[in-house]
């Protein structure tokens, strides 16, 4: 297939556990990624470090485990939103998901979705779409919700669960979504071939560790 855009700027790039912040910023600045993640205490390390390129510096909360109520959440985001962040990735809460709290899940994101465009975040909205499995419904409401709340992402999954990203949800998700909210895939994503098939699929951001290998796996062509 042709991408739209070279391979690393689909990529927002996960830390190796063995990495400094710096370091991890050093490779995401060699490799070019889409994107990379700080928390507020590394915030003006990580933008003094990225000062003249286009990789962003996201922000991620109740992540991996979705357990904040939306007030906490919300909390949270004017934390970030008066740090500086442009975007950032959040859990949805899990025991919505569990118990197909629609109600709740819509709340929560049309309430999120709100506040941050209002202050001009770029909210990407993970769902933990493995927890739906066998539930197509489920998973089709979830995404008709993102439909009125206009997330900047909805997102397959933190990658910290029991499944990661797969493609047939991913195809789900853009088949009611279309182009209206954009889809990023996580977990498992584990090279080039892998990473084509997403996008292929309908991802237009990828979260991976394996970014690296990913990258170096194309074609020189392309990369930028």
């Known amino acids: 297939m042709t991408l739209a855009k070279p391979i690393n700027k689909y990529i927002d790039y996960i830390d190796a556990p063995e990495d400094t912040f710096e370091q991890y910023v050093e490779k995401a600045l060699k490799y070019n990624f889409r994107c990379v993640f700080a928390n507020l205490q590394e915030y003006e390390t990580g933008r003094a470090m990225l000062e003249g390129s286009d990789i962003i510096l996201a922000g991620a909360i109740d992540f991996p485990q979705g357990t904040m109520t939306l007030e906490e ?132 951001a990828l979260g991976a560790s394996a970014g690296i290998a990913i990258v170096e796996g194309a074609p020189m062509d392309e990369r930028r």
């Open 73 to 204: 959440k919300l909390a949270r985001f004017e934390e970030y939103a008066a740090c500086g962040f442009t975007e950032i990735d959040y859990v949805l809460n899990q025991g919505s998901i569990e118990n197909r709290d629609f109600d709740a899940i819509e709340r929560e994101m049309t309430t999120i979705a709100d506040f941050c465009r209002a202050h001009g975040i770029t909210d990407k909205v993970i769902v933990e779409m493995c927890k739906l499995d066998g539930d197509d419904a489920a998973k089709r409401r979830v995404c008709e919700i993102a439909l009125g709340a206009k997330p900047g992402f909805l997102k397959t999954s933190t990658g910290r669960s029991f499944g990661g990203a797969k493609l047939e949800d991913v195809r789900l998700m853009h088949e009611v979504l279309g182009d209206a909210v954009a889809i990023k895939a996580a977990g498992g994503i584990h090279n080039y071939e892998e990473a084509c098939a997403f996008i292929e699929a309908g991802a237009s």
